[in-house]
């Protein structure tokens, strides 16, 4: 069974730090790429992160590349996002998926095998 349990959301001033957790049932952390979507008031969900299926490789949206970091704990069956230099675009509710389809070379979301409940993540001074 898969479930994502994601936390670590809160409220920061613009050029604040943040770290998202997300802890994965055994069955999500063997068999599936884990990955970060976020979806923004009245917009539409955006890709932001992943790992491939084998976890050995990482992909990011422009939009947030070099400031995110994806990471992975394999005993603790856990994945993290740590996001430096946060901007209020940045705003946005945050997911952890698993199977997450995308396309573009700057990835587009397309679909995703499944999502947490989400952790809300408001920049703002």
């Known amino acids: 069974q898969v479930q994502l349990i994601e936390s670590g959301g809160g409220l920061v001033q613009p050029g604040a730090s943040l770290t998202l957790s997300c802890a994965a049932s055994?069955?999500?952390?063997?068999?599936?790429?884990l990955g970060w979507l976020r979806q923004a008031p009245g917009k539409e969900r955006e890709f932001v992160a992943t790992?491939?299926?084998?976890?050995?490789?990482?992909l990011y949206a422009d939009s947030v590349k070099g400031r995110f970091t994806i990471s992975r704990d394999s005993a603790k069956k856990a994945i993290y996002l740590q996001m430096n230099n946060l901007k209020p675009e940045d705003t946005a509710i945050y997911y952890c998926?698993?199977?997450?389809?995308?396309?573009?070379?700057?990835?587009?979301?397309?679909?995703?095998?499944?999502w947490g409940q989400g952790t809300q993540v408001t920049v703002s001074s």
């Open positions: 998926a698993a199977e997450i389809q995308y396309s573009g070379g700057d990835p587009k979301y397309t679909s995703a095998g499944y």
């Open positions: 055994e069955d999500a952390f063997r068999n599936y790429g």
């Open positions: 790992f491939s299926r084998s976890g050995t490789v990482t």
